[in-house]
């Protein structure tokens, strides 16, 4: 694609997408009402329950959730209420967040645009996997958040898919199109996020996840925990992260984390990494 072309692109859909000529995807409305009562300090139990119970689907895997290996009591939980208070209003707005983030990725597309939407989909939750797993063994940060992030870290590829099909140039050049999403996600993430009132911290996941070489004075944040979980997401792959030397990428240093050491932790737990997977997608 020609970088003339590209520059159209680009130039394209980010005037549309701030002068609403473009609509943004949107969390469904139970994700964004829970989300809302779950970041109140002042909202009970039972009031998120009303409004979780009301979607099914959410409902059904949030009792999953808490009945699965990694949250799993003495005694089965089958009220949702209950199972708010055993997971915590954090806990609970991560997965609310990853089945309403499911939704917002079955966008109907057509059939050469819908493999590449659901290559990142799966990419995401494997990035999603890692990022809780590192998180909890290599941090102090929240786990569930860090889930969080990586599910959300290429949430700008969904437009610039969209938007695509409006060039037929550019979805019969799956190279091309490759380049226009690895350039333009992080910006539109950053969009879609801020129209989403996330925080800033997740905000700084979708725009940083890329920029291998940042080093900022502060502590090992959450852009480092997806940086890194990102990079381990190709290993076995040809992708030209595997192909570069980790040592001197900041985040594994900031983490105090050998490649090696991160690599093996890794395969040691592969069936941790299925079943957290199998949470955010099953």
Known sequence: MATPLLEKFTRDIVFDIKHNK????????????????????????????KVISADAVISTRLLRVVNSPLYRTQSQIEDVR?????????????LVTSLAMEQ????????QTNILLKQNWEHSVQVAALSQLIAQKFTSLSSEEAMLGGLIHD???????EYSERI?????????????????HPQIGSLILKTWNFQPYLIAVTTEHEKLDRNPDSGVDYVDVVLIANILSYIGTDHPYTKMDWSKIPAFNRLNLPPEECISTIKAAR??????RQLISA
Request: glycine residues 4%.
């Open 22 to 49: 473009i609509v943004l995807p949107t969390l469904p409305e139970i994700a964004l009402k829970a989300r809302k009562l779950l970041n109140d300090n002042k909202s009970t139990s039972t009031q998120i329950s």
């Open 82 to 94: 209950m199972a708010i208070t055993r997971l915590g209003n954090g806990i609970v707005r991560s």
């Open 104 to 111: 917002v990725y079955r966008t109907k597309l057509s059939p």
């Open 155 to 161: 949430i700008g590829k969904l437009p610039i898919l």
């Open 168 to 184: 037929p140039e550019l979805v019969s050049n799956q190279k091309a199109l490759q380049k226009v999403l690895a350039v333009l």
């Open 271 to 276: 069936d941790e990494i299925a079943q957290i």
